[in-house]
């Protein structure tokens, strides 16, 4: 093979191995540009998907996430998955399992209800109807729980089973919809967090082991970045700090893009001024935002090359940074 041949092979196989790598890496929120705090504690509460079967569990992959993007933070995963429980058998052991903790409690439970329900034959529909609510009721004690406790409750919803050619299964899946439901509006009643495992994984079975129940490590990965995605969401509605972020590009010609973050929806006056001292233009004026991470783009086409100032005021707050015009 000649010298050019065996570049252009080693160039080729790079950019697979460049691509491949970078396809693994998750997106990082912005909520890892302004998160306020020096540690992430996380507690995983839940059931056999929680505490993992057969060596494969979603943590490290959680864990992995955090680390790629939330670099020089202290993160803390626990895992208090008891395979086979219940949403009842799991309440009563709940207040140990938050007992200290910090951060962000991420609940998965109540797969295991619906396979009793769907395992127990001759139960009339006011029998179902009244073991699922209180599924929904052990998991808004939960939730009430960790609220009392300042901790931030993160609900996932319940996978499905395989139920090809599965009669039990497939009652099992009705009833994995009516939990998954009652959970969504748990959710919004308590103004907390969803992961929704289900709608991710949906009836893709090959994320599974061949039990038809278990996610294996495709299946796990893609839970880890569900958790991930919700606990960022919380992150930046909850714990931002008030950031004004550095203008990109810098040095800029023609426009330019500023990004800030809010803790809480207020109003935003961000002006840009010259060196000395000159309002040269407003960029945002007396506009209401809401909480969140934000990014205004600005036309100084009009600006003479130098050296300029933007400063962003908000709830008696007044961040500043420097822009540099270039021509």
């Known amino acids: 093979m000649s010298h050019c041949k065996k570049t252009l092979l080693f160039l080729l196989f790079a950019c697979f191995v460049i691509v491949r790598t970078w396809a693994q ?14 540690s992430i ?3 995983t509460f839940g059931a056999s998907t929680v505490a993992g ?5 979603f943590q490290p992959y959680l864990q992995q996430n955090f680390q790629y993007c939330y670099t020089g933070k202290y993160i803390s995963i626990t895992n208090w998955g008891v395979p086979g429980e219940t949403t009842t058998q799991g309440l009563a052991r709940f207040d140990l399992a938050i007992a200290g903790r910090t951060g962000f409690v991420c609940i998965l439970m109540g797969l295991n209800d619906a396979l009793n329900l769907a395992n127990t034959p001759g139960l009339s529909t006011a029998k179902i109807n009244a073991a699922l609510k209180v599924v929904q009721q052990n998991m808004q004690a939960m939730i009430e729980k960790c609220l009392k406790a300042n901790l931030i409750p993160v609900i996932g919803t319940v996978q499905y089973l395989n139920d090809k050619g599965n009669a039990v299964y497939k009652t099992t899946n009705s009833y994995v919809n009516r ?11 308590n ?5 929704d495992i289900n709608a991710a994984m949906g009836r893709n079975f090959a994320l599974y082991q061949a039990d038809g129940i278990h996610p294996n490590a495709q299946g796990d990965k893609l839970i880890g970045y569900i958790w991930f ?15 004004l972020n550095q203008n990109f590009p810098n040095p800029a010609r023609n426009a330019t893009t500023i990004g800030f973050s809010l803790t ?9 001024y010259s060196m000395t001292g000159a309002v040269v233009k407003n960029i945002v004026a007396n506009e209401f935002y809401n909480s969140g991470y934000h990014e205004v783009n600005v036309t100084i086409s009009d600006l003479s090359p130098g050296v300029y100032v933007y400063v962003m005021q908000v709830a008696g707050r007044q961040l500043s ?6 021509k």
Not at 179 to 189: C, D
């Open 25 to 38: 890496a998750p997106s990082c929120s912005v909520a890892s540009k302004f998160y306020s705090k020096d």
């Open 41 to 43: 504690i996380v507690t």
């Open 53 to 57: 079967v057969n060596g494969f569990s």
């Open 179 to 189: 939990i998954n439901a009652g959970y969504k509006q748990l959710v919004l009643q």
């Open 191 to 195: 103004h907390i967090y969803l992961a």
């Open 229 to 243: 995605d919700a606990i960022n969401a919380a992150i930046e509605s909850k714990l931002l700090l008030v950031g």
């Open 264 to 272: 809480e929806s207020g109003r935003i006056n961000i002006q840009l």
């Open 321 to 326: 940074k420097k822009m540099i015009v270039a």
